[in-house]
C-alpha cells in the first residue's frame, strides 16, 4: 500500500472518529443539563426544598471541574483510548442508575460521580487532537465538538421537556444512560491508540510547573473562562430571563432559547471551516485563530448588552446573534490550546485550562441571582457578561502569545527537541 493511500485510509478512520467525539459531547451535555430539565417532577416527587434542588444542579460542577487536572494528568500518562471509554462508561452508567433512585442522598452521589466521569472528556478531546490532527484540520474538528456542545442545550430545551411531560422523568434519565453505552462498541473499534504513552518517554513530557510559567498558558485559561461566562450566563437563566422579564409563554421560551443554541451549532461549523481554509490558503495560525477569537468576544459583549437594551423582537435576533459569535469562539479556542501545548502535553495543559473555564460555572449563576435578587431586573447580569467578554477579547490579544507549539525543554536524556507539523521552534 503506497504512503498516499495510507494516509487517506488514516484520515477516513479518523473522521469516524471524530464523528464519535461530536456524539459524544452531545450525549454530554443532554447528560448534565437533565436533571434540569427533570426538576419540576423531580421537586415535587421527592419533596425537595429549593436549597436541595439548588446543591443537585450545583453537585455535578464540584467534581467536573475538580477532576479536571486528574483527567489532563490521565489523558497524557496512559492510552486515551481508554481513559476516554472508561469516563464515558462511568458517566452514561451513573445517568441510568439516577432514573431508579429514590433519596436525595444517593441522588447526590450520582451527580458527582456524573461529573467525575465526563470530566475526562475535553483533555481527552485536546490529546487526541493534538496527537492525530494537523494545524489546517483542528478548525473544524474543535467546531464539530462546539456544535455538540451547544446542540445537546438546544434540543434539551426543545424536545427533552416534552419527553419527560409524555413518558415522566424515570423513564427518560434511564433510557438515556442505557441508550448512550451503544456508543462504545464503534468507539474500540475505530478509535487508535494514542502513541507516546508508554512510560518509555515519560521525559519528553513537561512538568505542570513547566506549564504554569507559560504566559500564553494564562492567557488560554483566563481566555476560557471569558469565554464560557456568557455561554453558562444564557444556559442557565436565559429561560427564566425570557418568562418573567420578557413575558414569553413556556413555549415561546423553548423556541427561543433552543434557537439561541441551534444557531451556535450552524456558526461553529461554518466558522471551523473557514479558519481551516484560511490556514491552507497561507494565513499564520495566530492571525486566524486570533481574529476568530477577538471578532467572536466584541460581538459577543455587543449583541448581548443590545439583547437587553432593546424591545422584545429586536431583543431576540440580537440573542440569535450572540449565539451565532459563540461559533466563532467555539470553534478555535481549544485549537489554540492545541497548537500550543502539543501532543505531551495537551492533556495536562486542557485539563488545567478546562479547570479555570468552569469556574465560570460556579460564578456565573450565582452571581446574577444575587443581582437579580437585589435589583429586581437583568440589566447588571448582561452588562457585567459583556464586560467579562470584552476583557476576554483584550486577553487574547495581550497575554496569549503566537500561536504555534512550544518546544519544552527535553529532560535528561532526550536529546532529539520536539518537532510539531514539521517545524523545529525555539525552546521556550
Partial sequence: MTHSATQDRKSAGMNGVLILLGLSIFINYIDRANLSVAAPLLRTELGLSPTQLG?????????????????????????????????????????????LIHTFALLLVMRVLLGIGESVAYPCYCKIFATHFKEHQRGVANAVIGAGQSLGPGLGMLFGGVLVARFGWRPFVIGLGLVSLLWLPPWFRWMPRTAGHTAGNLEE????????????????????????????????????????????????????????????????????????????????????????????EICTGLFMSGAVLAGPGLGVALLLLAGASFGLLNSNMN??????????????????????????????????????QRTGHFYWPFFITTAVAWIGGLDWVLVVGRVEPVVWRPRPGVLVPEIENGIAQRTI
Fill in 55 to 99: 446543591i443537585l444542579l450545583s453537585a455535578f460542577f464540584w467534581t467536573y471541574a475538580c477532576m479536571q487536572l486528574v483527567a489532563g494528568w490521565l489523558a497524557d500518562r496512559f492510552d486515551v483510548k481508554w481513559v476516554f471509554a472508561i469516563g464515558f462508561f462511568a458517566w452514561s452508567a451513573a445517568t441510568a442508575v439516577t432514573g
Fill in 205 to 296: 513530557r513537561p512538568s505542570v510547573s513547566e506549564i504554569i510559567r507559560q504566559r500564553s498558558a494564562w492567557g488560554t485559561w483566563i481566555g476560557h473562562f471569558c469565554t464560557n461566562y456568557p455561554f453558562y450566563f444564557l444556559l442557565t437563566w436565559l429561560p427564566l430571563y425570557l418568562v418573567e422579564e420578557r413575558g414569553f409563554s413556556l413555549n415561546h421560551m423553548a423556541k427561543i432559547g433552543g434557537s439561541t443554541f441551534l444557531v451556535a451549532v450552524v456558526s461553529c461549523l461554518i466558522c471551523g471551516w473557514l479558519s481551516d481554509r484560511w490556514i491552507r490558503s497561507g494565513a499564520t495560525p495566530t492571525r486566524v485563530r486570533k481574529t476568530f477569537m477577538v471578532t467572536g
Fill in 335 to 372: 485549537a489554540i490550546t492545541q497548537t500550543l501545548a502539543g501532543k505531551h502535553a495537551a492533556g495536562r495543559w486542557m485539563g488545567i485550562q478546562n479547570f479555570v473555564g468552569n469556574l465560570a460555572g460556579w460564578v456565573a449563576p450565582t452571581l446574577t441571582g444575587l443581582l437579580v
